[in-house]
């Protein structure tokens, strides 16, 4: 969102420049079609360009949603492992146990 702030402000900072460059002594009623036609063609570009970078940082946000969310399951699943292990370990203990000392 910073970047297409800046991006936005470049533009409009180039596009009163060569407004004031081309336009000498501009008055509001020398405005014309040619000047709408300028000003409608900057929103448009505004609007494209704004569209491109806000597809983009929203495919990279869905992206990174998807890593933590696939980062999260693969923790539960490590924590899981990691009972089932133990568990394990401590049945074959006491089982090693119970057959060192077998009860008569």
């Known amino acids: ?22 336009a000498n002594n501009f008055t509001i009623n020398d ?37 933590r969310k696939e980062f999260q399951k693969l923790q539960q699943e490590k924590e899981e492992l990691e009972k089932r292990a133990a568990d394990i370990a401590r049945r074959e203990a006491e089982l090693n146990l119970r057959n060192e000392n077998p009860q008569v």
């Open 31 to 67: 405005l014309g079609m040619p000047h709408i036609m300028g000003i409608l063609g900057g929103i448009g570009i505004g609007l494209i360009i704004g569209g491109m970078v806000g597809y983009v940082s929203k495919g990279s946000a869905i992206k990174a949603e998807q890593k």
């Open 1 to 22: 969102m910073k970047n297409l702030t800046i991006i936005g402000l470049i533009l409009l900072a180039l596009s009163i420049l060569l407004f004031y460059l081309t």
